[in-house]
């Protein structure tokens, strides 16, 4: 959305170099994440997901790493390229419920 | 084109006035529900359903209803809107509820006057 953003951290990274977001996770039950995009006016956008019985999973350009000992969730997306340029936020799923617990998100800036 | 579409995109409208939000999926999915989204409070749920029938009640439901009669509309439904509701909404639907992604809508921008 247009103003989301207003309260966020900012994590602004080169053209072409590698980008971590990180999150925190608050349920200890939860054993589904996902990582979402948001540009500008749009709606989340899924990115990749993984599940409490992996600490690692890849995509293309995405790599989404878990720590259930600290309830953390990274993204590292490499090469960052311009068009990553949004706001990241994680979700998570505590296990056998429907609901989903979404951070507030991070805006990644690609500079030029 | 599998899509979740949200009518209207952007509403004024003034307190007390009655409106509908609709949302529509052409994915077959079971599961649908409705966030709000604002300024560093990130997404929060309002209304979900699991299927045709049958809802519940998410982290912010005061203020809205909700209705599943067919699967593929979840409209949301604002009987006396207030200004502490103006916010950016959203329409997910996934193909279950749980450990599976949603998929969003492209938001809706509700101005309460």
């Known amino acids: 959305g247009e103003n989301v953003g207003l ?32 540009e500008s006016g749009k709606g989340p956008q899924f990115i990749i997901d ?9 995509g293309q350009r995405v790599t989404v790493l878990l720590n259930k000992t600290v309830k953390h969730l ?10 990553d340029s949004a706001v990241y936020f994680c979700a998570e799923n505590p296990s ?9 998100g991070t805006r990644l800036k690609v500079l030029a | 084109e599998a899509q979740v579409t949200q009518n209207p995109r952007y509403l004024i409208t003034v307190t007390g006035k009655k409106l509908t939000v609709t949302c529509s999926q052409n994915m077959n999915h079971e599961y649908m529900s409705w966030y709000r989204q604002d300024p560093g409070l990130g997404l929060r749920q309002i209304y979900y359903s699991m299927n045709v029938e049958v809802t519940d009640k998410g982290d912010v439901p005061e203020g809205y209803k909700v209705s599943r009669k067919e699967k593929r509309n979840f ?3 604002l009987e006396s809107p207030s200004p502490n509701q103006t916010s950016l909404y959203f329409c997910a639907s996934s193909s279950k509820g749980s450990g599976t992604e949603a998929f969003f809508g492209q938001g809706t921008r509700l101005t309460v006057v």
């Open chain 1, 7 to 38: 309260h966020l951290p900012t994590l602004s990274v080169q053209e072409g170099d590698n980008s971590i977001i990180n999150c925190a996770y608050s349920n200890s039950a939860s054993d589904y994440f996902i990582w979402y995009k948001q």
């Open chain 1, 96 to 104: 056998g419920t429907y609901k989903y617990i979404f951070g507030t």
């Open chain 1, 50 to 58: 993984i599940r409490s019985n992996m600490d690692k999973r890849q």
């Open chain 1, 74 to 83: 990274s993204l590292q997306i490499a090469a960052t390229q311009p068009g």
């Open chain 2, 75 to 77: 409209p949301l439904i």
